[in-house]
């Protein structure tokens, strides 16, 4: 019972930080993006 506790836990926390890691890697993209126009305006 408590293996399985301890298991169903895991893949909880696993899967949330794998979902983190997606969403900060997608905001730093958007941010570069964002650079990338304002120098192609300033040009």
Same mark, same amino acid.
């Given at each position: 019972?408590?293996?399985?506790?301890?298991?169903?836990?895991? #893949?909880?926390?696993?899967?949330? +930080?794998?979902t983190?890691?997606?969403?900060?890697?997608?905001?730093?993209?958007? #941010?570069?993006?964002?650079?990338? +126009?304002?120098?192609?305006?300033?040009?």
């Open positions: 019972m408590k293996k399985g506790i301890v298991a169903l836990l895991s #893949v909880l926390v696993f899967t949330s +930080a794998l983190a890691c997606n969403t900060t890697r997608g905001v730093g993209e958007d #941010v570069e993006a964002g650079g990338k +126009a304002i120098q192609r305006s300033t040009q």
